[in-house]
T-cell receptor, first 110, second 115 residues
Framework: EDQVTQSPEALRLQEGESSSLNCSYT??????LFWYRQDPGKGPEFLFT???AGEEKEKERLKATLTKKESFLHITAPKPEDSATYLC???????????FGTGTRLLVSP | GAVVSQHPSRVICKSGTSVKIECRSL??????MFWYRQFPKQSLMLMAT?????????EQGVEKDKFLINHASLTLSTLTVTSAHPEDSSFYIC???????????FGQGTRLTVV
């Protein structure tokens, strides 16, 4: 069974304090790994798609990387507006559906 | 990014009644739409996958007679919660994808409260 595990469950940072979120996965035939951001009471907002080990994507203060077993979401010099839950999901095998991790709740204090 | 609109954003209904939630892809044709349920501080639980013009595929444990899904066109899918009960109260979210291996875009979600 495909599994996605995110750590830490919650992370508290000071503004400007860089850190990384982890997403480890066990799947049969990874087709794509997706990162989303979710604000309370809203639907997830798409951030990145990664397809193969070694691939990296960047957007503003966020950078996503992928290896054969895990993905990292690096947050550089975060701001309070980066506070949200970050979700990782994988698409694997012959299926189009996404399998989600439980998310990392990030809180950035001024 | 692409826009997926979900309506209504909040609904309160009486126990025993049915509620319909709409999910529309506004600027692309969605070959596949997904419906999720999310409990407080938990991740998204996939309920069903629907492809335009065919029957939805439900995940194990999801009652297909209770959660009716219709994907009548490439831009619209609906979820009807039939004979709703308080335990059906939850946050329901749809997503839409235009092709395989493409990212899915999510609607704003619908907060359903059954009283």
């Amino acid at each position: 069974e495909d599994q996605v595990t995110q750590s830490p469950e919650a992370l508290r940072l000071q503004e400007g304090e860089s850190s990384s979120l982890n997403c480890s996965y066990t799947v049969s035939g990874l087709r794509g790994l997706f990162w989303y951001r979710q604000d309370p009471g809203k639907g997830p907002e798409f951030l990145f798609t990664l397809y193969s080990a070694g691939e990296e994507k960047e957007k503003e203060r966020l950078k996503a990387t992928l290896t054969k077993k895990e993905s990292f979401l690096h947050i550089t010099a975060p701001k309070p507006e980066d506070s949200a839950t970050y979700l990782c999901a994988v698409q694997a095998g012959g299926f189009q559906k996404l399998v989600f991790g439980t998310g990392t709740r990030l809180l950035v204090s001024p | 990014g692409a826009v997926v609109s979900q309506h209504p954003s909040r609904v309160i209904c009486k126990s025993g009644t049915s509620v319909k939630i709409e999910c529309r892809s506004l600027d692309f044709q969605a070959t596949t739409m997904f419906w999720y349920r999310q409990f407080p501080k938990q991740s998204l639980m996939l309920m069903a996958t629907s492809n335009e013009g065919s029957k939805a595929t439900y995940e194990q444990g999801v009652e297909k007679d209770k959660f009716l899904i219709n994907h009548a066109s490439l831009t619209l899918s609906t979820l009807t919660v039939t004979s709703a009960h308080p335990e059906d109260s939850s946050f329901y979210i749809c997503s839409a994808s235009w092709r395989e291996l493409a990212e899915a875009f999510f609607g704003q979600g619908t907060r359903l409260t059954v009283v």
